[in-house]
């Protein structure tokens, strides 16, 4: 039972940081691929708040995902004002710096792992309801981002992607949008860091690196940019596909590459044989708007 | 006359060419005036500095009495400053009514705040959009296509689409950059009526133009550039007739 709910668990948060991630790189056109650093912040500061500071768990997890979102906010103003190619760069730098510093740093429990971090125990019983409440936030930002990608907002989001020029020059806060986007993908990054910090209750900065980035970047690619249910079925997949490799029993030195070689190999297929992904995100945004303008252009 | 759209000695040079050179212009509410110049006169960079796409060295530009020097692209569009562009730069993952949609000049949908917590306010004020929208759709003639995309429809219906795109965003000034340019038949009279119309109602309007015969039925007056500074301005008849100005212009 406890490997069903940790597997639920994982693909849960999944899907929080591939259709967050999809949101930042697919409907936004920021690319970045250092989303994991913001699922680090997230899960360090809401166990670092619950572990040092004996905050309660429901109040750490919010307020780490507010600290990966101002985090974010800071690496994007700097970035996107030169331009928004060197949000990558500077995206990865903080990615890669940040990971260091953790290591280096003994209040964040070093390259060894922060251990004990306060959580709920398999022996209480909490874990089934925690288990429910993260596929119920997971459910939830699926919504949220299904929501906001369908409303007005997301018809500016498309037009800011297409044209950042044009889009300004007809006064529209371009940079303003860019952060905005950027602060809220890292935001729910943020959150499925502290959901994973207390349920797991390890943490290791070798966790968030970039292979972290690539199994995310998989995903979203291989689910389909710039749709709602491409990421998450492509997290629910990808997820699940390691698992099953196991099942196999194959040896332990085996294992590992395979599950490399399957992820980038997957990539490379998708990315020749069918880029839109499973699901594919269509070429031309279709809001809620346009479905209600045809209502009333009907007779 | 009301004071439209003023620019004083506006100075840019990129190294060592200078793209304008101390120029002086104003143009007017309620008037159309043709910028005319062969290529790499300085035309499009004149639009790129007075939108604010370009940072000037020196100058200022003022609307209405309001001074934009010293604001971005978007604050000047918002008040009042619209431009087309010469390869159109229409939001091509749009239908032509949601290219429409994102334009006007207060969209309360590009603020994630206002949509979280004022959805009924953003609701309503796309409810007023859509109508304005729709109005000018038809008046462009585009109602047909309205839930097209915008890599669907023919050069000449993407031409009016960044005519009507601009509308939309209810300008006091309107720069066109070469709105003619590959246009002709219904597109092009469409064009010209639009145009005419927002003069009359008011809208001071600067067109660049290679196409002679729309600058001289279109403009009430023309200005000619050259190398970055204005030579000349009168009646575009008299700047046709002008045997320098047509030397410089096809050069010898």
């Keep these: 039972m406890e490997y069903v709910y940790a597997l639920i668990m994982l693909m849960a948060l999944y899907v929080i940081l591939a259709t967050s991630f999809d949101f930042v790189i697919g409907y936004g056109g920021l690319i970045s691929i250092a989303h994991p650093v913001f699922y680090a912040i997230g899960a360090y500061t809401s166990a670092l708040l619950a572990l040092d500071f004996g905050l309660p768990i429901p109040l750490a997890i919010p307020a780490g995902a507010v600290v990966a979102l101002l985090a974010s906010v800071a690496v994007a103003l700097p970035s996107l004002r030169i331009s928004g190619d060197y949000l990558l760069i500077a995206s990865i730098g903080f990615q890669l710096g940040l990971l260091e510093a953790i290591k280096n740093m003994a209040w964040t429990g070093g390259s060894g792992g922060l251990t004990n971090i306060p959580g709920v125990s398999a022996q209480s019983g909490g874990h089934g309801p925690y288990v429910v409440v993260t596929v119920l936030l997971a459910i939830g930002t699926v919504l949220l981002l299904r929501w906001i990608t369908g409303s007005s907002y997301g018809r500016a989001i498309s037009a800011l992607r297409d044209d950042d020029m044009a889009f300004s020059a007809l006064g529209r806060n371009g940079m303003m949008m860019k952060v905005g986007i950027f602060a809220l993908g890292s935001g729910l990054a943020g959150l499925a860091g502290g959901l994973y910090a207390h349920y797991f209750r390890f943490l290791a900065p070798g966790q968030f690196g970039i292979m972290q980035s690539a199994a995310l970047l998989t995903m979203v690619v291989v689910g389909g940019m710039r749709s709602i249910w491409g990421p998450v079925l492509g997290a629910v997949v990808l997820e699940a596909l390691p698992q099953a490799i196991t099942f196999l029993n194959l040896p332990p030195s085996l294992l590992g590459p395979l599950q490399g070689i399957l992820f980038t190999g997957l990539v490379l297929v998708f990315m020749f044989a069918r880029p839109q992904g499973l699901i594919g995100g269509g070429d031309v945004w279709r809001g809620r708007a346009v479905r209600e303008v045809r209502d009333v252009a009907r007779p | ?252």
């Design chain 2, 1 to 252: 006359m009301s004071p439209g759209l003023e620019v004083r000695m506006l100075c840019k040079r990129f190294g060592g060419i200078v793209v304008a050179d101390s120029i002086n212009l104003q143009i007017p509410a309620g008037r159309v005036v043709g910028l005319i110049g062969p290529n790499g006169a300085g035309k499009t960079s004149f639009f790129n500095l007075v939108s604010g796409i370009v940072r000037p060295d020196a100058g200022s530009v003022t609307l209405g009495g309001v001074d934009l020097t010293g604001l971005k692209t978007h604050q000047r569009a918002r008040r009042g400053l619209s431009r087309t562009w010469q390869n159109l730069r229409l939001f091509s993952s749009l239908t032509v009514l949601d290219n429409l949609l994102v334009a006007p000049r207060l969209y309360l949908g590009e603020s994630l705040t206002a949509l979280l917590f004022g959805a009924g306010r953003v609701r309503r004020a796309e409810r007023a959009d859509r109508e304005r929208a729709t109005a000018i759709l038809e008046r462009t003639g585009l109602a047909d296509i309205a839930h097209m995309s915008v890599g669907s429809v023919t050069f000449g219906q993407q031409k009016l689409i960044g005519v009507a795109r601009a509308l939309m965003n209810d300008p006091c000034c309107l720069l066109l950059d070469e709105p003619m340019a590959g246009v002709e038949g219904q597109a092009y009279q469409t064009i010209q009526r639009v145009v005419r119309d927002l003069a009359e109602s008011g809208i001071a309007v600067c067109v660049v133009e290679h196409n002679v015969a729309f600058i001289r039925d279109l403009c009430d007056e023309g200005v000619f550039m050259f190398a970055g500074r204005v030579l000349a301005r009168g009646s575009v008849a008299e700047l046709i007739a002008d045997p320098r100005l047509t030397e410089l212009y096809f050069g010898t």
